[in-house]
């Protein structure tokens, strides 16, 4: 592998409990007014009474903006943008999902930077200093609290736009595991698959470095072990520890290494069918591995070998189908009303789809119909 540079600037408070230092951390980093965002599931879950506590003892004045929503798109960021401007705040919380944390970005992206979100479609496109934010993952998935990528949906084209600055990473990410207790069990599954895919697809891309790598395999193993323990009991705090922490993990992975084809195939199933994310790219994501299998087989061997198995690719994909499985998601397309007649339709969006560009071995649109037909 090449020498490159690794980027990891998000600070990493984690425990159980750790939400109560929100207050304290916020001071730290010069924040008087807070603009918390999340959705109304997290204010139900009792989460946010938490931050606001947090922050009550150190003085900070909080405004809450509770309208992200999964994916989250332009209108949503429009909308806290509106509560920004309104109340100027100094300091950005994203606490929630992966859809809470990217709106906090999205809209400190538009409130600090002006103009509107699709200006930050791309990489490096802020004009100056964001302001700085806390994230508080409340899903072990997305590992969005360790990236400096915004995944904003354009409201009319409905395109997912990954928005990434290295100015819009938290500054500062808390892990406090009990959070993840209340997520319910099709959350637990379908973030679970997700961060799961991260460390597999993160792994053997043709942008990762040794470090990259070396934070892959500890998001794999974390996971993989972790996996079913959560699925079978909710309430597990060590296993879900080791997933939220293996999930971040896979966020620095992706950070620094970039997605495959697994999300590239994923990517046009939600977009045509409203098929979650997780549900997409668990089904999708081994028969990526058989297709990559040929130039990647040390490395899934290495990854059969980190969870104490043997095999390869091959092995590693019906492991991968296992997990999917286990947790009630389905492993055929034509099991979620994909029709056969519209994937070659499917195949040119998802041979558009960026992230495609890093898989390790390169796919174009008659090689995604192929991986597809061999999912249907
Ligand atoms: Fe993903």
């Known amino acids: 592998m090449p020498p490159t540079s690794t980027s990891q600037r998000t600070e990493v408070v984690r425990g159980e409990g750790a939400i109560a230092q929100l207050g304290k951390l916020t001071r730290g980093l010069s924040g008087r007014k807070a603009l918390l965002v999340t959705d109304p599931g997290i204010v139900a879950a009792g989460h946010v009474q938490a931050a606001l506590e947090s922050l009550k003892k150190f003085n900070i004045d909080v405004r809450v903006f509770d309208g992200a929503r999964e994916n989250p798109t332009t209108a949503n960021v429009e909308s806290g943008l509106a509560v920004a401007k309104d109340y100027q705040p ?3 919380i994203g606490l929630g999902g992966g859809s809470s944390m990217d709106c906090a970005k999205g809209i400190n992206f538009v409130f600090s930077c002006g103009g509107k979100m699709q200006d930050y479609w791309g990489v490096g496109k802020a004009t100056g200093e964001l302001l700085p934010m806390i994230a508080i993952p409340t899903t072990a998935g997305t590992g969005s609290e360790m ?3 915004a995944l904003i949906s354009d409201k009319d084209t409905h395109i997912k736009m990954a928005c990434g600055d290295k100015r819009a990473a938290a500054k500062i990410a808390i892990l406090d595991p009990l959070l993840t207790l209340t997520q319910p069990h099709s959350v637990t599954v379908l973030t679970g698959i997700d961060a799961i895919s991260h460390a597999v697809e993160t792994c053997v891309t043709t942008k990762r470095s ?6 892959s395999c500890k998001a794999w193993k974390a996971l993989a072990m972790n996996f079913s323990k959560v699925l079978q009991d909710a309430t597990d705090v060590k ?6 922490l293996g999930a971040a993990h896979a966020g620095v992975a992706i950070e620094n290494s970039m997605l495959g084809a697994a999300h590239a195939l994923a990517n046009p199933l939600t977009a045509e069918y409203d098929i979650a994310h997780g549900q997409a790219v668990g089904l999708m994501l081994p028969h990526v591995v058989k297709y ?3 130039k990647c087989e040390s490395d899934y ?28 998601l ?7 009303n994909v029709e056969e007649e519209k994937l ?8 558009v789809q960026w992230t495609g560009t890093f898989n390790p071995v390169s796919v174009d649109a008659p090689a995604l119909l192929a991986i597809y037909e061999d999912a249907f």
Request: proline fraction near 0%; charge should be negative; hydrophobic fraction near 40%.
């Open 301 to 328: 061997q290495m990854l059969m070998k980190e969870i104490g198995q043997t095999g390869g690719g091959y092995e590693l994909a019906e492991l991968l189908t296992r997990f999917c499985m286990e947790g009630g």
């Open 210 to 215: 040794e470090v990259s790598v070396d934070f």
């Open 147 to 149: 990236q400096s990528f």
């Open 292 to 294: 990559n299998a040929t």
């Open 344 to 351: 070659s339709t499917l195949a040119d969006a998802a041979a």
């Open 90 to 92: 100094d300091l950005f």
């Open 239 to 244: 296993a879900r520890t080791k997933m939220q």
């Open 330 to 336: 389905k492993v055929r397309l034509r099991d979620l």
